[in-house]
Antibody, heavy 120, light 106 residues
Framework: QVLLVQSGAEVKKPGASVKVSCKASGYTFTSYDINWVRQATGQGPEWMGWMNPNSGDTGYTQEFQGRVTMTRDTSITTAYMELSSLTSEDTAVYYC?????????????WGQGTLVSVSS | DIQMTQSPSSLSASVGDRVTITCRASQSINSYLNWYQQKPGKAPKLLIYAASSLQSGVPSRFSGSGSGTAFTLIISGLQPEDSASYYCQQSHTSRAFGQGTKVEIK
């Protein structure tokens, strides 16, 4: 079955960076995009961007442009999301999620989420 | 950017009720609209994609309709396990989510 398994919770200080991993299994890793979504407590989900694991192409929302980097290691079917210059407003649960390419994109499988806490 | 507006922000209904949640886009998104259900401490779960297609394994009491700028999620016969937050998401340009509707059981 399709599984996306994320790395564990992180505690970071303001100004630091965090790198979250997402291990994919149960499907052909390079055939689906990986998207990253974050959700602060009590808020709705916020889409951060996407990555094509086959080509490495990425697209980031304006809010995160310049501060987020999405990468992958196809040999171990793992995607990564690195967010830099952290502030307390980056405290949230971060999810990886899979989507098909083309029109009508939807997120059919999700990781379990990784809590990132930013505090001095 | 296309803005997604959900209503209501919360509702309370009884088991067996028909529940309607609305999502409006600030400009046409054709049928590029998805619906998700999220329970506390869990990742969102895809219910409906492309406005009206039921995701595999989702109970048939969930249905979606609409196109252009106005969309609806209907729960026909609310069940206790449907207590959750529901989010719409447009996939026409970005992948932005609506602000959510919290459904509680009376």
């Amino acid at each position: 079955q399709v599984l996306l398994v994320q790395s564990g919770a992180e505690v970071k200080k303001p100004g630091a960076s965090v790198k979250v991993s997402c291990k994919a299994s149960g499907y052909t890793f390079t055939s689906y995009d990986i998207n990253w979504v974050r959700q602060a407590t009590g808020q709705g989900p916020e889409w951060m961007g996407w990555m094509n694991p086959n080509s490495g192409d990425t697209g980031y929302t304006q809010e995160f442009q310049g501060r987020v980097t999405m990468t992958r290691d196809t040999s171990i079917t793992t995607a990564y999301m690195e967010l830099s210059s952290l502030t307390s407003e980056d405290t949230a649960v971060y999810y990886c999620t899979r989507s098909e390419r083309g029109g009508g994109v939807h997120f059919d499988y999700w990781g379990q989420g990784t809590l990132v806490s930013v505090s001095s | 950017d296309i803005q997604m507006t959900q209503s209501p922000s919360s509702l309370s209904a009884s088991v067996g009720d028909r529940v309607t949640i609305t999502c409006r886009a600030s400009q046409s998104i054709n049928s590029y609209l998805n619906w998700y259900q999220q329970k506390p401490g869990k990742a969102p779960k895809l219910l409906i994609y492309a406005a009206s297609s039921l995701q595999s394994g989702v109970p048939s009491r969930f249905s979606g309709s609409g196109s252009g700028t106005a969309f609806t999620l209907i729960i026909s016969g609310l069940q206790p396990e449907d207590s959750a937050s529901y989010y719409c998401q447009q996939s026409h340009t970005s992948r932005a989510f609506g602000q959510g509707t919290k459904v509680e059981i009376k």
